[in-house]
């Protein structure tokens, strides 16, 4: 595995951590303005209909994540360019699976508080 592959694993689990607390943006905005006391939280909900986009490209970011950082590289000695730091490697890896799990309750989150609202 080389540098570049594991800077774009890093970078699609933020992508898709990002993606993924927009997708669930429309229904996690309005309980914290009503949390906090404001009002105007309506607004939140005409995000609604982005929901799905956002939710695919947080899972696509994921295995594309995944893929990066999971895959075999070409044959690489501990010398050479291509080598990755074990460090990093197994940090890129942790940030994947937090991001994994983050995006997880992100997305059903809305439909999980929708069980006890209603």
Not at 68 to 95: H, L, M, W
Not at 96 to 112: E, G, M, N, R, S
Request: positive net charge; contains cysteine.
């Amino acid at each position: 595995m080389d540098d570049k592959s594991d800077r774009l694993g890093f970078f699609a689990a933020i992508g898709a951590m990002a993606s993924g607390l927009l997708a669930s943006i429309c229904c996690i905005g309005p309980l914290v303005f009503v949390v906090l006391g404001l009002g105007g939280a309506a607004l939140f909900s005409k995000l609604e209909h982005y929901r799905l986009p956002f939710a695919v490209a947080s899972f696509s970011l994921l295995a594309l994540g995944f893929f990066f950082a999971y895959r075999n590289g070409g044959e690489c000695s501990q010398g050479s360019d291509c080598a990755v730091n074990p460090r990093r490697k197994r940090f890129t890896r942790i940030v994947l699976w937090v991001a994994a799990i983050l995006v997880a309750v992100f997305i059903f989150l809305p439909d999980i508080v929708g069980l006890f609202v209603s």
